[in-house]
């Protein structure tokens, strides 16, 4: 499906990688699920799956708005640090999520514009969320909750491959 057309209310799948491109890839893609909708993250490093699950959980609250900024700037919004502990990398990565969703939430279904995840480590996830101050609030699927239905976090070929579903 086209980015942007809707199965369920939810958003379809974006452009994502295949088994012919680098596992390395960074992006993501929605999943299809009856209750839930999974995001399906991949990048090079663990810091950069969870930048790009981040950013799928974004587009499923019609709250992603990349390159909100001025021309050779910084984005213009505000950035709010992020840091969670758990005790393994798929709770880190539920619990990050959902840390993420409460402060969208907080700020009146605010758009992120930038995700920047400094360090993960075994029990500990630290970075920032940039949220905009100017523009309309979001407009997507009511997310509940980033859940551990079939969560999946782990080594994939080169890089890093993390599926996780939200309860919409």
Do not use: C, I
């Amino acid at each position: 499906m086209a980015r942007g057309s809707t199965t369920s209310g939810a958003p379809s799948a974006a452009p994502s990688s295949t088994a012919s491109e680098p596992a390395a890839m960074a992006g993501f893609e929605l999943l299809a699920h009856t209750a839930d909708v999974g995001v399906r993250a991949r990048g090079a490093t663990l810091e950069e799956v969870f930048e790009q699950a981040t950013l799928g959980l974004a587009e499923v609250l019609g709250a992603l708005a990349p390159g909100r900024a001025p021309p050779g700037g910084p984005p213009d919004g505000e950035r709010v640090a992020v840091e969670v502990t758990a005790g393994d990398h798929g709770a880190l990565l539920v619990d990050w999520l959902n840390e993420v969703l409460w402060l969208h939430e907080a700020r009146q279904h605010a758009a992120v514009v930038a995700v920047r995840v400094d360090q993960v480590t075994g029990d500990r996830a630290a970075g920032g969320v940039t949220f905009s101050t100017t523009g309309p609030p979001a407009d997507g699927t009511f997310v509940k909750a980033a859940t551990y239905h079939q969560l999946r976090v782990g080594r994939d070929g080169g890089g890093w491959l993390a599926e996780v579903y939200l309860d919409v």
